[in-house]
T-cell receptor
Framework: GAVVSQHPSRVICKSGTSVKIECRSL??????MFWYRQFPKKSLMLMAT?????????EQGVEKDKFLINHASLTLSTLTVTSAHPEDSSFYIC???????????FGSGTRLTVV | AQSVTQLGSHVSVSEGALVLLRCNYS??????LFWYVQYPNQGLQLLLK??????LVKGINGFEAEFKKSETSFHLTKPSAHMRDAAEYFC?????????????FGTGTLLAVQP
């Protein structure tokens, strides 16, 4: 079945630094990648949608300069949290989708803690 | 815009009892509906999905859901709960099978299974 690998699973960084999270589709070409943020005991909030080779589409209220998304190839998308602050601490999950009819496959998530 | 509402943020059942997790949707066009399960600090695993074919959908781990257009519902059921079913469950909706269609989640239901 379709597999999406997300790394790192956990990261702790200092306030003001940047953190990159990778999401790779291992056995299919991910035409579209979705990035979600999940607060403790809360649902998943869609942050942005990215298509390979084009700029990401951000949801309302999500700072595009804060959360940089790159989808340079059909198997890799990255989310970079720039100048991280404690309020950026959260669980980030990616989801990848291939051509029409392919389901949504989720990564295992990244727990970001900013200290 | 489409949305889903999950009634009951917490549901507790005894082992062996019926599991019923409620989900109602709102969509201006025929939706695709999904149920996902999430274990602590992990990504999401697809339980089942409705994509306009059979209204009664059978998924993994003994779960099933029925699409009822008249009630705009897609409730998740399992005849007999097992301890390993304790987890967070999310209902989600999207508009059709397009690769770029966003998946919108409900607020989740935490299922507890008592011995």
């Amino acid at each position: 079945g379709a597999v999406v690998s997300q790394h790192p699973s956990r990261v702790i960084c200092k306030s003001g630094t940047s953190v990159k999270i990778e999401c790779r589709s291992l056995d299919f070409q991910a035409t579209t990648m979705f990035w979600y943020r999940q607060f403790p005991k809360k649902s998943l909030m869609l942050m942005a949608t990215s298509n390979e080779g084009s700029k990401a589409t951000y949801e309302q209220g999500v700072e595009k300069d804060k959360f940089l998304i790159n989808h340079a190839s059909l198997t890799l998308s990255t989310l970079t949290v720039t100048s991280a602050h404690p309020e950026d601490s959260s669980f980030y999950i990616c989801s990848a989708r291939g051509e029409r009819g392919h389901g949504y496959t989720f990564g295992s998530g990244t727990r970001l803690t900013v200290v | 815009a489409q949305s889903v509402t999950q009634l009951g943020s917490h549901v507790s059942v005894s082992e062996g009892a019926l599991v019923l997790l409620r989900c109602n949707y709102s969509s201006s066009v025929p939706p695709y509906l999904f149920w996902y399960v999430q274990y602590p600090n992990q990504g999401l695993q697809l339980l089942l999905k409705y994509t306009s074919a059979a209204t009664l959908v059978k998924g993994i781990n003994g779960f099933e859901a029925e699409f009822k257009k008249s009630e705009t519902s897609f409730h998740l059921t399992k005849p007999s709960a097992h301890m390993r079913d304790a987890a967070e469950y999310f209902c989600a909706v999207t508009l059709g099978g397009g690769a770029t269609n966003k998946l919108i989640f409900g607020t989740g239901t935490l299922l507890a299974v008592q011995p």
